[in-house]
């Protein structure tokens, strides 16, 4: 190794020796990413220093541009903040747990405690258009459930004062009360962002549902007709809730909430459906030589008066040597009906005033074997479309696995699963699929895709997040969640609620599938990784700070250790990762390099070296693995600036198309 470093160094590094690029610790840049697609499409707006010429940008889309002063909109008090809140590039990270974890070796699941907001920023570069489904529940916006900064404003900061991890400068959280002059404005401020991030997560074909109630539905519909388009809207599901028992008030008794449903891609959604209920499979209740292949059938109208009139769907049907007209139209084509006779799929009977009914044939399997599904309403109530569940069935969900009442009002799990069950019919294949829910509660979400998992072959992932809101031993409805966070010995906040009933799910999953599980279930050992919220482990040099000697001093003598004390090997692995672009989820192996310790992430995609002393055996010994990406502390080079250029060339020579310091 002497000799090497010796024939290195005959010549000394010039002031342009080749460096790395520093890592950016920073979340994804989203304003540049656009600004940069708009250039792509729009070269003729790019003026010097790849800034945006408006007025070219004008000139080359001519009349589409609505320059108006009254064009139809949306807008409120404190929306111009919402942007520069979605464009402040958050400089936080995730941190790992995997003692308050279960199965952390094996699960691709994850329970994420922190902001929402920080949190959605920093799963932008890793889980950008990866995610097939989103469910949120956020607050109502009922006026004591709704938790934000007095000052209008988010931050990494905020977050850390409102947990206690930092020193508290009297900002506080609270109720946003119907008496505060901006009530409605306030909460559409705390959801547009998220949602505004949420969408870039989204797949092409993917989905988001939103639950919500007659407070904010038409808020909330004008925030997703601006973000996702009027276009990729779905539906807009009635939810009985309740049977109307309680307190009579002098109007109406509410028993409905809302599921609103927007797509990312509309046109990606080929049709919907969902299995059918038992009610419905009773309609199957006939035979006929089909049986052995396509099960029993049952018998629907082939005439339609519910249609608008379309001419070629009216014809005569020729049976028993009459011709049989329909009161208006049939449903299916002259062509289909040919069909459908040809094949006995048709069933005729005389009704009593003479006249003949023509009814379709509609059997439980189709011609592959496969059930036939049914097409949802957008009423969940009732035997034919869904009975249930209501509210209290959420309770029922928890009482179940808790011995004391530690949640109020959580989502039943049959809700999720009802969510789950429906098929969206792509017209394209994305693989796996990952189920988001950063509204996570009492963790829902995660029990239904536990049990969607133990029960049927598809495979899905989800991930959550949840704020650590406080408990309170002495508010009634929150004693009994702080006094089981304390008997656990665990901080007293939702987030452990969270966990907890998530750790409790997978036991009694476990349990309930062990005699019924299904032979083309998925066998996966169910659990999920915490990672918390935090502030970067790495102290970034910024470029405006301070300029006079003694401030300067201090602060430069802060950045000989840029690596935060409190900070191990896997918290600066993790935000490697995350800031890299990596799932938190990528397989990691440990190997041994020329003596030093490296991470090998994604089988070999990514090289990520902690060591504090590098040499050029090891620099050589990665290079020579062939890694698409190196990572290395720059303090690992201790200043040596051959061995950094030197590092650069090795990697270059092997291909690698990206060595950065951090």
């Given amino acids: 190794m002497a000799t090497d470093m010796t024939k290195q160094a005959d010549t000394k590094p010039s002031t342009d020796a080749p460096a790395p690029e520093r890592l950016d610790l920073r979340s994804h840049d989203i304003a540049t990413d656009k600004m940069a697609e708009l250039l792509r499409i729009f070269p003729e707006a790019r003026t010097e220093g790849a800034k945006i010429d408006f007025d070219r940008l004008r000139l080359a889309l001519g009349e589409t541009i609505d320059t108006g002063k009254e064009r139809f909109g949306l807008t409120w008090p404190g929306k111009a903040d919402c942007f520069k809140t979605i464009q402040q590039p958050s400089m936080g990270t995730l941190r790992p747990r995997p003692e308050e974890s279960v199965n952390?070796?094996?699960?691709?699941?994850?329970?994420?405690?922190?902001?929402?907001?920080?949190?959605?920023?920093l799963l932008q570069k890793s889980y950008l258009g990866k995610v097939k489904m989103i469910y949120i529940d956020p607050p109502y916006n009922t006026g004591n459930d709704f938790i934000y900064p007095d000052t209008y404003s988010e931050s990494l900061d905020t977050y850390l004062e409102y947990t206690g991890q930092v020193d508290s400068e009297g900002r506080k959280f609270g109720t946003n009360t119907d008496a505060d002059g901006r009530f409605h404005s306030r909460w559409m401020s705390m959801m547009y962002p998220r949602l505004y991030l949420a969408l870039n997560l989204?797949?092409?074909?993917?989905?988001?549902?939103?639950?919500?109630?007659?407070?904010?539905?038409?808020?909330?519909?004008?925030?997703?007709d601006e973000l996702f388009g009027?276009?990729?809207?779905?539906?807009?599901?009635?939810?009985?809730?309740?049977?109307?028992?309680?307190?009579?008030?002098?109007?109406?008794?509410?028993?409905?909430e809302y599921v609103v449903c927007y797509a990312r891609r509309r046109e990606t959604i080929a049709g919907i459906s969902l299995p059918m209920s038992a009610e419905q499979r009773k309609m199957y209740n006939k035979r006929d030589e089909h049986f052995d292949t396509r099960g029993p059938y049952g018998t629907w109208a082939l005439a339609?008066?519910?249609?608008?009139?379309r001419p070629n769907l009216r014809f005569p049907i020729r049976y028993n040597g009459e011709d049989i007209w329909p009161e208006k139209q049939w449903l299916w084509s002259k062509e289909r009906v040919a069909e459908a006779l040809e094949r006995n799929e048709l069933v005729f009977n005389r009704k009593r005033d003479g006249l003949w009914s023509v009814r379709f044939k509609r059997y439980l399997r189709d011609d592959t074997g496969e059930t036939n599904s049914a097409t949802p309403t957008t009423v969940w109530d009732g035997p034919y479309t869904w009975d249930g569940p209501y509210t209290h069935e959420g309770t029922k969900d928890l009482d179940a696995l808790f011995d004391t009442r530690v949640f109020s009002f959580p989502k039943p799990v049959a809700l999720l699963r009802r969510i789950l069950d429906l098929t969206f019919h792509s017209t394209q294949d994305l693989g796996e699929?990952?189920?988001?829910d950063f509204f996570a509660g009492s963790g829902t979400t995660a029990h239904a895709v536990l049990q969607a998992n133990a029960e049927g072959s598809l495979r899905r992932k989800f991930i959550l997040v949840?704020?650590?809101?406080?408990l309170s031993l002495d508010n009634q409805e929150q004693a009994a969640g702080a006094k089981l966070c304390q008997t656990l010995n665990r901080p007293m906040n939702i987030a452990e609620l969270t966990k907890e009933r998530v750790r409790r799910a997978i036991s009694a999953v476990q349990a309930e599938s062990e005699d019924t599980l299904r032979s083309d279930a998925v066998d996966d050992p169910q659990g999920f990784r915490v990672f918390k919220l935090d502030r970067s482990g790495f102290r970034p040099w910024q470029a405006d700070g301070p300029t006079d000697g003694e401030?300067?001093?201090?602060?430069?003598?802060?950045?000989?250790?840029?690596?935060l004390a409190d900070r191990s090997a896997d918290d600066l692995l993790y935000e490697i990762l995350l800031k890299s672009g990596f799932p938190l989820t990528t397989p990691v192996e440990t190997l041994e390099l020329a003596g030093k310790s490296v991470n090998s992430v994604a089988g070999g995609a990514l090289l990520v070296c902690l060591d504090r002393e590098l040499t050029l055996d090891v620099i050589r010994a990665m290079a020579n693995l062939k890694p698409e990406r190196v990572v290395c502390l720059d303090s690992g080079f201790a200043g040596n600036d051959q061995l950094k250029a030197n590092a650069v060339l090795e990697f270059r020579d092997r291909g690698v198309t990206s060595f950065r310091t951090v």
Avoid at 203 to 216: L, T, Y
Avoid at 235 to 252: D, I, Q
Avoid at 304 to 309: A, E, I, V, Y
Wanted: glycine share 8%; net charge negative.
């Fill in 466 to 470: 949840q704020l650590p809101e406080p």
């Fill in 433 to 436: 699929e990952i189920i988001v």
């Fill in 551 to 563: 401030s300067l001093g201090e602060y430069m003598f802060e950045h000989v250790e840029h690596i």
């Fill in 230 to 256: 009027p276009e990729n809207f779905v539906a807009t599901v009635v939810l009985k809730n309740k049977a109307g028992a309680g307190a009579k008030p002098k109007g109406f008794i509410p028993v409905h």
């Fill in 202 to 224: 989204l797949r092409d074909d993917g989905v988001i549902f939103i639950s919500i109630d007659d407070g904010e539905i038409q808020n909330l519909l004008h925030i997703c």
């Fill in 304 to 309: 339609t008066t519910s249609m608008g009139d």
């Fill in 104 to 121: 952390w070796d094996t699960t691709e699941n994850m329970i994420i405690e922190g902001d929402n907001l920080e949190v959605l920023k």
